[in-house]
């Protein structure tokens, strides 16, 4: 089993990914505009657009460690940009970044994980692993918020819905 670390990476990251498309449909469409907060400035679909862009993190990543061999790459490319975003466009965006991710994946090993890439905020370089770790915790850090935001307008969610609990 030489590449179980990218597996189980990418098994959480993916699992991140399906509980956020998960919370968010639960969002009733007539409060996307609401805001998150009482007295806050950002809306429900700020937080879509926000959420978006944790995962398209990751896809940053992958692009700067396979400019080359990625098919996704173009596609990533050509995707215009959301002025305002519904439930479709937000779960249609998330599984185009999803395909993407696990592209990548699929052309690494646990090696490629160690691999170090500059970055605008630390030009000497970062691993592979610490840039995906700062996006898994971005990308949990938002999740929770939608989570928040699901309780306090009555929707009933518990644990279960933020985590896949393994038996």
Request: charge should be negative; charged fraction near 25%.
């Given at each position: 089993?030489?590449?179980?670390?990218?597996?189980?990476?990418?098994?959480?990251?993916?699992?991140?990914?399906?509980?956020?498309?998960y919370?968010?449909?639960?969002?009733?469409?007539?409060r996307l505009?609401?805001?998150?907060?009482d007295?806050?400035?950002?809306?429900?679909?700020?937080?879509?657009?926000?959420?978006?862009?944790?995962?398209?993190?990751?896809?940053?990543?992958v692009?700067?460690?396979?400019?080359?061999?990625?098919?996704?790459?173009?596609?990533?490319?050509?995707?215009?940009?959301?002025?305002?975003?519904?439930?479709?466009?937000f779960?249609?965006?998330l599984?185009?970044?999803?395909?993407?991710?696990?592209?990548a994946?699929?052309?690494?090993?646990?090696?490629?994980?160690?691999?170090?890439?500059?970055?605008?905020?630390?030009?000497g370089?970062?691993?592979?692993?610490?840039?995906?770790?700062?996006?898994?915790?971005?990308?949990?850090?938002?999740?929770?918020?939608?989570?928040e935001y699901?309780?306090?307008?009555?929707?009933?969610?518990?644990?279960?819905?933020?985590?896949?609990?393994?038996?």
């Amino acid at each position: 089993m030489p590449d179980i670390l990218c597996g189980s990476l990418l098994a959480k990251i993916e699992e991140q990914i399906e509980r956020t498309s998960y919370l968010a449909s639960l969002v009733p469409v007539t409060r996307l505009e609401e805001p998150l907060m009482d007295g806050g400035s950002w809306t429900v679909s700020d937080l879509f657009h926000h959420l978006l862009d944790c995962v398209a993190g990751f896809c940053a990543v992958v692009v700067a460690v396979e400019p080359k061999r990625l098919a996704c790459h173009q596609r990533l490319q050509q995707l215009p940009a959301i002025p305002s975003i519904g439930m479709e466009t937000f779960l249609e965006r998330l599984q185009v970044y999803r395909e993407c991710i696990g592209e990548a994946f699929g052309l690494w090993d646990d090696d490629d994980l160690a691999r170090n890439i500059p970055t605008v905020f630390v030009p000497g370089g970062e691993t592979v692993l610490t840039l995906m770790l700062g996006n898994f915790e971005h990308l949990i850090n938002h999740k929770r918020q939608l989570f928040e935001y699901l309780k306090r307008i009555g929707i009933k969610v518990g644990s279960a819905d933020l985590y896949r609990f393994r038996g």
